[in-house]
């Protein structure tokens, strides 16, 4: 465990915190006027390798080898300069700062930190955090890499969970969840049932990954709500034909797939980091992450799971009325994390892939996003 300290003055500006892996939603940008809830789970921290915020320079400012040495291979709108490296954190677990009123920014509901670091330490007055609250935004602290020293604590430092630990725990994320949002007077209703913003984001990172593993080649996803997440984005962006790769679910405690599957979707381990790897003939297969939380539900739905079927209710169910609520779209996966996560894939370079890059970029129309 560590103890974050200001780099100006040594206070401490934080509990005790575990690092654990940067969730893939970290930088999403959710619907409009959402009130999303606090990124990081109490008690823990993660660190984000990209740099966050002003100052940006738009993509003809940038010469693409300073881009391909930053780790972005394709175009993109503007590019970060700020310093990256921040360690990001729940708003709760922050001591001994004060919020730095002039520097709100010009957020509608909250703080969206677009004036840089918004939070001072108490002590000596150094900005070494900025917190983001706004609507539309995950609620986080970014501490500072420059400003802010992270101090090892004297206290139990407990080991990540074993793969077959995390499976038995069975933390599963629902696909959907009621949004809230911000009212007015042209919000009737400030709360509606929609899909889940953490499976929409979770579908954007591992939708970049399955182009990639694709080759250009129609891909077959498993039925049900795996085929509801990916297929139709991936018969959108792919060439129609026959399908030629097979994509199916793998991972700790499920059958191994027959050598036949091309791309496996499998977790990534929720506090290394790691994506989970199989052995013996499947090992050559193309892996496809995806939050463990997401992918515990897609390998084993929950049996009362809120959906649309056909046929009689059977008599030993009991009767939902009103009906339970549910999404009143298809499912689109996150634009933005899909983006962000192909850019920064070598393969984004291969000629087939940057052509739907571009198109994507072109494109103005939401399609199956």
């Not at 930190?113 to 609620?139: F, I, K």
């Not at 069975?170 to 009621?178: D, I, L, Q, V, Y």
């Not at 991972?251 to 050598?259: H, I």
């Not at 929720?270 to 992918?295: C, E, K, M």
């Amino acid at each position: 465990m560590f103890v974050f300290v200001c780099a100006g003055c040594g206070a401490e500006l934080t509990t005790p915190l575990s690092q654990v892996a940067l969730p893939v939603h970290a930088r999403q940008v959710y619907g409009n006027g959402a009130q999303l809830p606090v990124l990081m789970e109490p008690g823990t921290f993660a660190v984000d390798p990209d740099p966050w915020g002003g100052p940006w320079r738009t993509w003809d400012e940038i010469d693409p080898a300073e881009a391909e040495a930053r780790g972005i291979y394709a175009p993109v709108y503007a590019l970060s300069d700020s310093m990256p490296g921040a360690s990001v954190i729940a708003p709760g677990d922050i001591r001994g700062t004060r919020l730095i009123p002039e520097k709100r920014g010009g957020a509608c509901c909250g703080l969206d930190g677009a004036e840089g670091p918004n939070m001072a330490c108490e002590a000596c007055d150094l900005p070494v955090a900025t917190r983001v609250d706004d609507c539309s935004l995950w609620q986080v602290v970014r501490l500072g890499p420059d400003v802010v020293h992270r101090v090892p604590f004297d206290g139990i430092h407990p080991a990540p969970l074993s793969w077959a630990e995390l499976t038995e725990r069975g933390e599963k994320t629902p696909p959907f969840e009621p949004i809230s949002a911000w009212g007015g007077r042209q919000r009737a209703n400030h709360n509606y049932w929609s899909w889940s913003p953490q499976w929409e984001a979770a579908a954007g990172h591992a939708l970049a990954h399955l182009l990639v593993a694709s080759q250009g080649q129609p891909v077959k996803v498993p039925g049900g709500l795996t085929a509801d997440v990916f297929q139709r984005a991936l018969d959108a962006l792919l060439p129609a034909g026959t399908p030629k790769r097979r994509a199916v679910l793998a991972g700790p405690g499920q059958t191994s797939p027959d050598a036949g599957a091309d791309i496996l979707l499998v977790p990534v381990h929720p506090q290394t980091g790691r994506t989970w790897t199989p052995a013996g003939p499947i090992s050559s297969a193309h892996l496809v992450p995806l939050p463990v939380g997401v992918w515990l539900w897609l390998v084993s739905p929950e049996p009362n799971l809120p959906v649309p079927a056909s046929g009689r209710i059977a008599h030993d169910i009991l009767r939902d009325d009103p009906l339970p609520l549910l999404p009143t779209h298809l499912f689109r996966a996150d634009r933005g994390t899909f983006q962000h996560t192909l850019v920064r894939l070598p393969a984004v370079c291969s000629p087939w892939l940057r052509t739907i890059v571009e198109n994507f970029t072109r494109s103005t129309s939401a399609g199956p996003f």
